[in-house]
């Protein structure tokens, strides 16, 4: 197991990334959700 200090020490390293994973995944969600709701629906058919 990873002592205290050493999963700190990660976490700190790695925390910028954090942000920006979640805005990126953020932006895939929208895009898949609003990109779709605004189809026309009589072009689907």
Known sequence: MASRSATSAVATRYQHLTA??????????????????????????
């Open 20 to 45: 920006q994973v979640r805005r990126d995944i953020a932006q895939r969600v929208g895009g898949l959700l609003w990109d779709s709701a605004t189809e026309d629906p009589e072009a689907a058919s």
